[in-house]
């Protein structure tokens, strides 16, 4: 089952931001081991490239935090970042590849772990991980998750243990 979503997926006009201070990974926690909750998420910010990747392409969270996803597109070409099992990815992914481009710009608000981030632009996404588990991201403008544009999040016990 993927992630429990806290009512929130905002597409936001922006220029691209810096992304975690190591490109490879985000850490469990942020300042001084704080964590995020509902009213207070912590930020983690990734960058969607056109060499297919975001950055990082690992990240780790907690049970029971609430993370706020600041996409940044490098790109020139439309991203999207959907949070979710295998199952969510593969069923994303059709629905991409029927509707992308079909009925005018595809609207991602009824993708409630989906968002689209436009050429220079940013977008947000904010979800609580309940349990530990590995959890993927991925992208599925077409032909992009066949071009292996994919991260996981690994989330461990609210203890830091696995």
């Not at 992208?139 to 292996?148: E, F, L, N, Y």
């Amino acid at each position: 089952m993927g992630p429990s979503v806290v009512a929130l997926a905002v597409l936001v006009a922006a220029a691209a931001t810096s992304c975690a201070p190591d490109a490879r990974s985000a850490a469990p926690a942020g300042p001084a081991g704080v964590t995020g909750t509902a009213g207070a998420p912590r930020v983690i910010r990734l960058t969607a490239t056109d060499a297919m990747r975001f950055e990082p392409d690992r990240v780790v969270v907690r049970a029971g935090e609430t993370i706020r996803f600041v996409v940044s597109n490098a790109g020139s070409v439309i991203h999207d970042l959907t949070i979710g099992d295998e199952a969510d990815q593969v069923r994303h992914e059709a629905q991409m590849r029927t509707f992308f481009g079909r009925q005018g710009p595809l609207e991602m608000r009824d993708h409630g772990t989906a968002v689209l981030a436009e050429p220079g632009g940013t977008a947000e996404l904010i979800v609580t991980f309940e349990t530990p588990a590995v959890v993927l991201m991925g992208c599925h403008v077409p032909g992009h998750w066949d071009a292996r544009m994919r991260g996981t999040i690994i989330v461990i016990a609210a203890d830091g243990g696995e």
